[in-house]
């Protein structure tokens, strides 16, 4: 009779465990959960300069979670990899444009984003960084130093030298661009243990 009591008691909890759904999960909670190990990855990556395994970390949990927040900083980490300036090859044109565009994309987001600040200058640096490699590319070279006239004596123009000033200029922009992003960077990498 016990046993008989027992089971009446137990069967309606039994049934009731069998009808009820599994709770669906929450993809932003799941992708909240997930994005400090995906982001750890992504920068002991790019620590070790492994750019091209961090982007594509990133890349691969953004598919994953699409529309998360979590999804909306890598976006931001993406941009923020792609600008090291410790990469063996210097930022193209291209390289430049994409990461304005998701820097911008990531601004977009408004002040609430957890790096707007920092995605603010970065995308300003990134503009910087793409005028300092236009004027490189574009400068025109002297062919000759051309004559002329200063206050009516024949002079030659000292055209290679101011080149090389101009040069020497504009890599100091471009070395304290770098030097920022450094900065940053160092800011923003996970404390050592």
């Not at 890598?74 to 820097?103: G, I, N």
């Amino acid at each position: 009779m016990f046993a008989l009591s027992a089971v009446a008691l137990l069967a309606p909890e039994a049934c009731s465990l069998h009808r009820r759904p599994p709770a669906p999960l929450d993809p932003a909670a799941d992708a909240a959960a997930q994005w400090p190990e995906a982001r750890r990855i992504a920068q002991n990556f790019a620590l070790a300069r492994a750019f091209a395994d961090a982007d594509s970390t990133l890349r691969a949990f953004a598919a994953r979670f699409p529309g998360t927040p979590s999804a909306a900083e890598t976006v931001y980490w993406r941009a923020l990899v792609r600008l090291d300036p410790t990469s063996d090859e210097q930022p193209s044109a291209e390289v430049l444009r994409d990461v304005r565009t998701w820097l911008d994309a990531y601004i977009a987001g408004g002040p609430l984003q957890e790096h707007y600040v920092d995605a603010v200058v970065l995308r300003r640096i990134a503009t910087r960084f793409d005028s300092l490699r236009m004027a490189a590319d574009t400068r025109p070279v002297p062919v000759a130093a051309a004559p002329a006239i200063v206050n009516g004596n024949l002079v030659a123009r000292d055209s290679l030298k101011v080149r090389d000033d101009e040069i020497q200029r504009l890599r100091q922009e471009l070395d304290q661009a770098k030097a920022e992003l450094e900065r940053i960077r160092r800011r923003l990498a996970p404390p050592r243990p």
